[in-house]
């Protein structure tokens, strides 16, 4: 079966970190550009980072100086690092790939061939 698991969603504090990790499974991850997307209740889902095959990255401003988007291809997993996090940064995080996809047709969830589930965030004290 070909899918992407997310992990590591949790609670956590105003100005705490997590990491999130997306893992693909029946298929390498090698060609694909991979996106981490976010939706708040109430809210349209919005691109957060996405990272191109050759290691291309995109951040959407909200997030540029406190989020990292990392791949291992070795572990065929994508690492999103959240430093600093906010209240508004709650939402369910998912990811997507793209074979061959560019980083901005990524992030525009243009040409997305797999979706995960999700994990949720919550930053609250």
């Known amino acids: 079966q070909l899918q992407l698991d997310e992990s590591g969603g949790g609670l956590v504090q105003p100005g705490g970190s997590l990491r999130l990790s997306c893992t693909a499974s029946g298929f390498t991850m090698d060609y694909y550009a991979i996106g981490w997307f976010r939706q708040a209740p109430g809210k349209a889902r919005e691109a957060v980072s996405c990272?191109?095959?050759?290691?291309?990255?995109h951040y959407t401003d909200s997030v540029k100086g406190r989020f990292t988007i990392s791949r291992d291809n070795a572990k065929n997993t994508v690492y999103l690092q959240m430093n600093s996090l906010k209240p508004e940064d709650t939402a369910v995080y998912s990811c997507?790939?793209?074979?061959?996809?560019?980083?901005?047709?990524?992030?525009?969830?243009?040409?997305?061939?797999?979706w995960g589930q999700g994990t949720q965030v919550t930053v609250s004290s």
């Open positions: 997507a790939g793209g074979w061959l996809t560019t980083v901005q047709d990524m992030c525009i969830m243009s040409r997305v061939n797999y």
């Open positions: 990272v191109s095959s050759d290691g291309s990255t």
